[in-house]
Structures are given as structure tokens and as C-alpha cells.
């Protein structure tokens, strides 16, 4: 989730099980309502998602999780 800072921990796990899925997309979900996501950590999370070369969003990959593509 966006609320947290990205750690080498998590990043080296999906980064673990990108490699071994055929396709991998990464939800950054909402702030619940009433709150704010904190747009540094944002940001934090889409660099070092870029880093591993990983395509992210922030809606929901319905389409992509029903039929397998975008």
C-alpha cells in the first residue's frame, strides 16, 4: 500500500514473484475514505516500481484480472 514507504524486503519479493509470473501488474490502492496518500511516498512507490520494471496503477485491473489483458 501507498500509505508505507517501499522497503527492500517488499520490493525484493515482488520483485521475487514478478519473475516468476507471466504478467504482473501492481494495484497502489486508494487512501480509505477521509484520508490522503502522501504524494512523496506515492512517488517513492512509482520509482521503485519503474525500477523493476513493473507496470502499476492506481485503479483497480479488473479488466486485466477477468480476461488476462488490458
Do not use: F, K, Y
Not at 6 to 30: F, K, N, Y
Not at 32 to 44: E, M, T
Amino acid at each position: 500500500a501507498p500509505r508505507r514507504s517501499p522497503d527492500r524486503g517488499t520490493l525484493a519479493l515482488i520483485g521475487e514473484l514478478s519473475r516468476c509470473a507471466a504478467s504482473t501488474r501492481v494495484w497502489l490502492m486508494q487512501a480509505p475514505a477521509g484520508q490522503a496518500l502522501d504524494s512523496q511516498r506515492l512517488q517513492d512507490w512509482h520509482q521503485a516500481l519503474d525500477g523493476l520494471g513493473l507496470i502499476h496503477a492506481s485503479s483497480a485491473p479488473l479488466s486485466w484480472l477477468e480476461n488476462g489483458h488490458d
